[in-house]
């Protein structure tokens, strides 16, 4: 399960970030995840949840906020994916300009990044 070694790297990088903080308690992680990730966010939360039992994360919520995809086209189409459901199913994600029907390339919506964490820190 791929979703489970990403969330496994991201809750170590986490851990590590809130060392430095002298963090007490998290009470939520913002996660931004895009479309073409391909990541399952179901799959992400079910590993966050198995992967926060015993540290610092115990009992903080996982707030994911899904980034629309971008795609890049020679003709000049910038923007969004009409569809995404053929790439969901190929292992080499194939996308099509919606304008012109010609191999676009993307922009944007590759991130699955740590945007915020809430923690309780001691008052120094
Ligand atoms: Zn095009």
Not at 33 to 62: A, C, P
């Amino acid at each position: 399960m791929h979703e489970f070694s990403v969330m496994s790297q991201m809750i170590g990088d986490i851990i590590e970030e809130l060392k430095k903080w002298n963090a007490a308690k998290v009470e939520e992680v913002v996660l931004e995840l895009g479309e073409f990730t391909m990541l399952s966010e179901e799959q992400l939360r079910f590993g966050y949840d198995v992967l926060t039992r015993d540290n610092i994360l115990k009992g903080s919520k996982l707030t994911i906020v899904p980034i629309k995809g971008a795609i890049e086209c020679a003709c000049g189409y910038k923007g969004g994916m009409s569809s995404t459901e053929g790439m969901l199913h190929d292992s080499v994600p194939i996308l099509e300009c919606p304008k012109c029907g010609g191999v676009a390339k993307i922009i944007g919506g590759r991130e699955c990044i740590v945007k915020n964490i809430r923690a309780v820190v001691p008052d120094v």
